[in-house]
């Protein structure tokens, strides 16, 4: 895919103006925002995987008069994207290239600013402010999370008490989760490992770890293509929901050896271990889909010293065994480290509710005590609405005898 | 063990390319298990020893292992590209680094690459693994003395096989040709699986759209149609099929898809997949019917299977509104055609899967040797039901899967039968 006839910045723009197209629920929340008129003023820091979509978020909060800062992690930023958004005027602290020290003063930069109003991924950010930036963090309206990778830390921080915010959580608005993380997020890490390896996966044997939102997502994609998928789950109920789809279910240690290519899905550190790495057959590959490389065992690939670039974007490893692994993408998320992130119409409902959850910090949270916040029922509706508006579907009325029925009892 | 390929001290620019090619034809070898097993041990038995053979197919790193176990059984191997926009720069570098014989390098256009053609006739090969039958028509051309010397081609497209049987009917096929394209271990799998895949691969990539809940429209229902029909519904696609073919339009029916006339299935398309191995699939008459932003992809052979002349003719406007889309602006509708029109998945992808070519090539490295090792007469031939069944069982036991033969007692020997029921 390299037909590209402009420069880097001019790409960019092209890219978020086709992402835009099919973004229909965005631009009709971005009018009612502008509208409203609660961000002007107010200064939004977003730090989201910097690709196309998000930055038509970031164009929606700025049209609606915000003043905008946008933050990345160097694995997850688009260097197209990014100079396109600087020609608009935003600041932007990402590089692809930043390594690991340039990668945190990029992060302390975008925090070192009168923010309101933070929109973090992963709640690294949020994490960062409470450790280093103890007055940003007393000055701040709210922030929003994005995932469960997350809104999970965030939870832990509350029940400890170390929650100095209100955060409004993105990712567990039912409008998010049940079409973002399996359509998406299934979608495109299973398309960005083929795309990266050139390999085929009927027939093949793909082990997913982890069957929340993701893995499901990752299970359905990797099938629809005649994976044979093993599901490992500690959760026995979700386990449980593996087998009623389908799926093999059985512990990493017992399918390791069988296990062909590896999607770990939970979110969760350690997942994958050095144990289960021994157990691979020749020629796996490991990948992370949705959330980190802190998911498989890095350190412990890093200290086999064996470490080999065999393409762009697989590293192999030797193991103890003597058998080849190959890890795609460094281990970070393979679908927006290697690929260009979720596809363009769920990321018109997760921005969305993310461009209508910043807009509620504005109007509403200024006496919100700390803790977490769901997505009011009231937005999700509004956004499944407007998307449904756009497929042509339509929606069955609601009668007064339906509803007396609904509330019969 | 593989060697650590980021080592070795201060290498010159060259070196660094070759190298980078070395390594993708090693991770190309990794994948595929029969060409590297079972066909590398067939083809060393000498009868290829000393043979020119041309291998002229798309010039990436699954040719370039191909050419490789030829060159390491003892054939004189020429490498050469079947299209001038795909041959890559880093395998040609990494296969002349091993001696091999390249015509061909990246970056060319129509003419140089008829250049590169007529050279490598000029090398005088004795056997051709060819792609369209472009070599074998060229070197008739070019080099008639060479092309009377032939002693064999094997053709990798039906497109190919259809010119080689012109020719054959015309009486100017002086040699035996294989058609790779009819051994099973080919069409059934590097068309519905190969191709479904990848087509759905480059067509999400190019994009960055979604599958599930998208309207495809699949126009032809060959073996190539249903894999992508297939995979798309089993992704969440809802699927429509247009066909000329009766059987095959009821087949698709059968398969669960919502089958009529283009004019009917083409207003729901949101993506449009065309895979008829025709021409103008989608042609000046449709171009009203599509919907607007429309995404417009083709997997056929022909570059032509979207009408892109009428297309241009038809729009007010032309733009490339992102890398590898361009837009035709209709009035108030924009249509998106994706790669040009070309084979979405090489032109706007990484082409087939390795796997899927451990297959296809295994028939053309099988083929070439059973071209050389026997005594064929003129004329277009099958590859033997033997050899194809001997690479899937190869395929079939590098997955670790075993098979039962038939026993005697569960043959249905229905002679003996109708003799017992039959009174004399």
């Known amino acids: 895919m390299s037909t590209a006839t402009g420069n880097a910045e001019h790409v960019g723009q092209d890219r978020i103006d086709w992402a835009s197209r099919s973004m229909p629920v965005l631009s009709t929340v971005a009018k009612r925002l502008a509208d409203g008129g609660a961000l002007v003023g107010k200064t939004v820091g977003i730090s989201l995987v910097l690709e196309p979509k998000t930055a038509n978020l970031a164009l929606a909060l700025r049209d609606a008069g915000a003043n905008l800062r946008v933050h990345c992690w160097s694995s997850s930023t688009d260097d197209e994207v990014a100079d396109a958004l600087r020609a608009q005027g935003i600041a932007v602290f990402a590089r692809r290239d930043a390594d690991a020290a340039e990668n945190l003063a990029l992060a302390r930069e975008f925090l070192d600013y009168d923010l309101d109003i933070i929109a973090d991924d992963g709640a690294d950010i949020i994490r960062l402010a409470h450790k280093e930036f103890p007055d940003l963090v007393k000055r701040l309206i709210g922030a929003s999370e994005e995932t469960t990778s997350g809104v999970r830390p965030l939870q832990m921080m509350h029940n400890d008490g170390a929650l100095r915010l209100p955060v409004i959580a993105v990712n567990d608005a039912a409008a998010k989760y049940l079409f973002d993380n399996i359509y998406g997020t299934g979608q495109s890490c299973v398309m960005a490992f083929l795309d990266i390896s050139n390999l085929q996966l009927a027939g093949r044997h793909v082990g997913v770890v982890g069957y929340g939102w993701v893995g499901m997502g990752v299970a359905r994609h990797a099938a629809a293509l005649g994976a044979r998928?093993?599901?490992?789950?500690?959760?026995?109920?979700?386990?449980?929901?593996?087998?009623?789809?389908?799926?093999?279910?059985?512990?990493?240690?017992?399918?390791?050896?069988?296990t062909e290519v590896v999607f770990a899905c939970t979110g969760i550190a350690g997942s994958v271990t050095a144990e289960h790495v021994e157990r691979l057959p020749e020629g796996a590959n490991l990948c992370t889909a949705g959330g980190g490389s802190f998911e498989l065992p890095m350190d412990y690939l890093a200290g086999l010293g064996t470490a080999r670039s065999v393409r762009r974007a697989v590293t192999a490893y030797t193991n103890k065994a003597g058998r080849t692994v190959h890890v795609i993408a460094d281990g970070d998320?393979?679908?927006?480290?290697?690929?260009?992130?979720?596809?363009?119409?769920?990321?018109?409902?997760?921005?969305?509710?993310?461009?209508?959850?910043?807009?509620?910090?504005?109007?509403?949270?200024?006496?919100?005590?700390?803790?977490?916040y769901p997505v009011s029922e009231e937005l999700e509706h509004d956004v499944a609405r407007i998307r449904l508006q756009h497929l042509g579907a339509s929606l069955e009325p609601v009668t007064d005898d339906l509803r007396a029925a609904m509330r019969s009892w | 063990m593989t060697a650590r390929i980021t080592d070795g001290g201060a290498p010159t620019a060259q070196d660094g390319v070759a190298r980078e090619g070395a390594a993708r034809i090693?991770?190309?070898?990794?994948?595929?298990?029969?060409?590297?097993?079972?066909?590398?041990?067939?083809?060393?038995?000498?009868?290829?020893?000393?043979?020119?053979?041309?291998?002229?197919?798309?010039?990436?790193?699954?040719?370039?292992?191909?050419?490789?176990?030829?060159?390491?059984?003892?054939?004189?191997?020429?490498?050469?590209?079947?299209?001038?926009?795909?041959?890559?720069?880093?395998?040609?570098?990494?296969?002349?680094?091993?001696?091999?014989?390249?015509?061909?390098?990246?970056?060319?256009?129509?003419?140089?690459?008829?250049?590169?053609?007529?050279?490598?006739?000029?090398?005088?090969?004795?056997?051709?693994?060819?792609?369209?039958?472009?070599?074998?028509?060229?070197?008739?051309?070019?080099?008639?003395?060479?092309?009377?010397?032939?002693?064999?081609?094997?053709?990798?497209?039906?497109?190919?096989?259809?010119?080689?049987?012109?020719?054959?009917?015309?009486?100017?096929?002086?040699?035996?040709?294989?058609?790779?394209?009819?051994?099973?271990c080919k069409h059934l799998f590097d068309n519905k699986y190969g191709t479904g895949q990848t087509t759905l691969q480059a067509v999400l990539r190019l994009t960055n759209r979604q599958i599930a809940g998208a309207r495809v429209v699949v126009v032809g229902y060959g073996f190539v149609g249903r894999g992508i029909a297939e995979y798309a519904r089993a992704m969440g696609a809802r699927t429509f099929v247009t066909e000329v073919d009766p059987v095959r339009a009821l087949e698709a029916h059968m398969d669960g898809h919502t089958v009529g006339s283009a004019s009917e299935v083409f207003p729901h398309g949101t993506i449009i997949v065309t895979a008829t191995g025709g021409m103008r699939a989608i042609g000046a008459t449709d171009i009203p019917r599509l919907r607007d932003d429309v995404v417009l992809a083709n997997a056929g052979h022909h570059d032509l299977e979207i009408d892109v002349t009428?297309?241009?003719?038809?729009?007010?406007?032309?733009?490339?509104?992102?890398?590898?889309?361009?837009?035709?602006?209709?009035?108030?509708?924009?249509?998106?055609?994706?790669?040009?029109?070309?084979?979405?998945?090489?032109?706007?992808?990484?082409?087939?899967?390795?796997?899927?070519?451990?297959?296809?090539?295994?028939?053309?490295?099988?083929?070439?040797?059973?071209?050389?090792?026997?005594?064929?007469?003129?004329?277009?031939?099958?590859?033997?039901?033997?050899?194809?069944d001997s690479i899937a069982r190869a395929k079939l036991a590098s997955y670790g899967v075993r098979l039962d033969g038939v026993r005697d007692d569960q043959r249905d020997d229905h002679t003996t039968r109708i003799e017992r029921s039959t009174p004399a």
């Open chain 2, 26 to 184: 090693e991770w190309v070898r990794r994948h595929s298990p029969v060409l590297d097993g079972y066909v590398r041990r067939a083809v060393s038995d000498g009868a290829l020893a000393g043979k020119r053979i041309a291998v002229v197919i798309h010039l990436e790193a699954k040719t370039a292992f191909l050419a490789t176990v030829l060159a390491e059984s003892g054939a004189q191997v020429i490498a050469a590209g079947s299209n001038p926009r795909t041959t890559s720069a880093d395998v040609v570098a990494a296969l002349r680094d091993r001696g091999i014989t390249v015509v061909a390098d990246a970056g060319g256009d129509q003419a140089s690459w008829e250049h590169e053609l007529r050279a490598a006739a000029d090398l005088e090969p004795e056997y051709i693994i060819d792609d369209g039958a472009e070599l074998t028509m060229r070197t008739a051309e070019h080099r008639p003395d060479v092309f009377g010397r032939l002693q064999g081609v094997s053709e990798e497209t039906t497109t190919g096989t259809t010119r080689l049987r012109a020719m054959a009917a015309a009486g100017h096929l002086p040699f035996p040709a294989l058609t790779a394209n009819d051994a099973r």
């Open chain 1, 333 to 372: 998320c393979v679908n927006c480290s290697a690929g260009e992130g979720n596809p363009i119409e769920v990321m018109d409902l997760s921005l969305s509710l993310q461009a209508l959850a910043i807009n509620r910090l504005a109007v509403e949270a200024l006496n919100w005590p700390p803790g977490l």
């Open chain 1, 229 to 258: 998928v093993v599901v490992s789950e500690v959760d026995p109920v979700k386990a449980l929901r593996a087998a009623h789809d389908g799926y093999e279910v059985a512990s990493l240690t017992e399918s390791a050896d069988r």
């Open chain 2, 310 to 388: 009428a297309l241009a003719h038809a729009s007010s406007s032309i733009r490339e509104s992102r890398p590898g889309v361009t837009s035709y602006r209709l009035g108030t509708k924009e249509l998106h055609v994706l790669a040009g029109g070309a084979l979405v998945n090489i032109a706007g992808g990484s082409g087939h899967p390795i796997e899927i070519m451990d297959l296809t090539f295994s028939v053309q490295g099988l083929g070439i040797h059973h071209l050389a090792s026997s005594l064929l007469p003129a004329g277009v031939h099958v590859i033997p039901a033997q050899v194809d």
